[in-house]
T-cell receptor
Framework: EAQVTQNPRYLITVTGKKLTVTCSQN?????MSWYRQDPGLGLRQIYY???????DKGDVPEGYKVSRKEKRNFPLILESPSPNQTSLYFC??????????FGPGTRLTVL | KQEVTQIPAALSVPEGENLVLNCSFT??????LQWFRQDPGKGLTSLLL?????REQTSGRLNASLDKSSGRSTLYIAASQPGDSATYLC???????????FGPGTSLSVIP
């Protein structure tokens, strides 16, 4: 089944404890992206990747890191999480310039 | 800087009505525009994608149009059903490998 998977789906952590949210797709898509969704602010792009080893900042990249070492994986790294990074995170993938497919989301709470 | 808006923010209609959701963007230099639906607490489901060279796309009871010159897209839903109740989001991509900007969404409620 063609899909985008994210892990974990739910995470509660404490300020400053490094964490990684994984994202994987099995559709051989070049383009992958991370978004966060917050009430009243909508969906905002954090980082995106056009292909392996090629990444660029979205609108809200501060406090996040990404890497794209393999085509299928695009992990989101929070080196020192803070409470303002409490949010619902989505990963998405697509062929370049085409329909994006979204993962199920990761609900992160930073205490 | 590209900005995407959606009107109305919320809409409540009786079952069976045809309805139109609006999406506006400030910079007409877009590569494509995509419509999604999101159910409460769930992820996004793609509905329709319109490339910049296209005027409209249709899928079942859904029809999306695009007018780049005026910076507008509409999503038409025919014969609405309670199962259509969700938040509808539009998103623009400015080039084939570029940023994606989402609108704030329209919350639709279809009353049986």
């Amino acid at each position: 089944e063609a899909q985008v998977t994210q892990n974990p789906r739910y995470l509660i952590t404490v300020t400053g404890k490094k964490l990684t949210v994984t994202c994987s797709q099995n559709m051989n898509h070049e383009y992958m992206s991370w978004y966060r969704q917050d009430p009243g602010l909508g969906l905002r792009q954090i980082y995106y990747s056009m292909n392996v080893e090629v990444t660029d900042k979205g609108d809200v990249p501060e406090g996040y890191k990404v890497s794209r070492k393999e085509k299928r994986n695009f992990p989101l790294i929070l080196e020192s999480p803070s409470p303002n990074q409490t949010s619902l995170y989505f990963c998405a993938s697509s062929f370049s310039g085409h329909e994006q497919f979204f993962g199920p989301g990761t609900r992160l709470t930073v205490l | 800087k590209q900005e995407v808006t959606q009107i109305p923010a919320a809409l409540s209609v009786p079952e069976g009505e045809n309805l139109v959701l609006n999406c506006s963007f400030t910079d007409s230099a877009i590569y494509n525009l995509q419509w999604f639906r999101q159910d409460p607490g769930k992820g996004l489901t793609s509905l329709l994608l319109i490339q910049s060279s296209q005027r409209e796309q249709t899928s079942g009871r859904l029809n999306a149009s695009l007018d780049k010159s005026s910076g507008r897209s509409t999503l038409y839903i025919a014969a609405s059903q309670p199962g259509d109740s969700a938040t509808y989001l539009c998103a623009v991509m400015e080039t084939s490998y570029d940023k994606v900007i989402f609108g704030p969404g329209t919350s639709l409620s279809v009353i049986p």
